[in-house]
């Protein structure tokens, strides 16, 4: 999972879903749990270079992983797998070719052949 999100949300998330590895930006804290700084894991708009690392480090190939973001955020890691979903039409972002427009998660499982 990818996302420029903070860790103590997705994180939860993430496990939930069963995500064996969670990018994210993180805070710092004290011994008295108050925020002193943050972690940036996840820069935006360059968050295929993390779907790239992980498929370099567990030894897949990009034409094997599909990618699905909500903004345009999210168009560099359509680029770095092999197909992108684009989960509702909230902003302007370009399909072209390797991705799809979906409303739903539902959507995604028919695409990729889930039930």
Known sequence: ?????????AGR??????????YANKFLYDKNGLIR?????VEPLHKYKLIEKYLDEN??????????GDTLYDESMFKATAYGFLLDEKDETNVNG????????VQLLQHIGID
């Open 1 to 9: 999972m990818v996302t420029a999100g903070l860790y103590e949300f």
């Open 13 to 22: 998330v993430g496990r939930e879903l069963g995500f064996d590895h969670i």
């Open 37 to 41: 700084d943050v972690i940036i894991e």
């Open 59 to 68: 030894g897949l190939e990009a034409n094997n992983a599909i990618s699905v």
């Open 98 to 105: 390797k991705e799809y427009k979906i409303k739903s998660l």
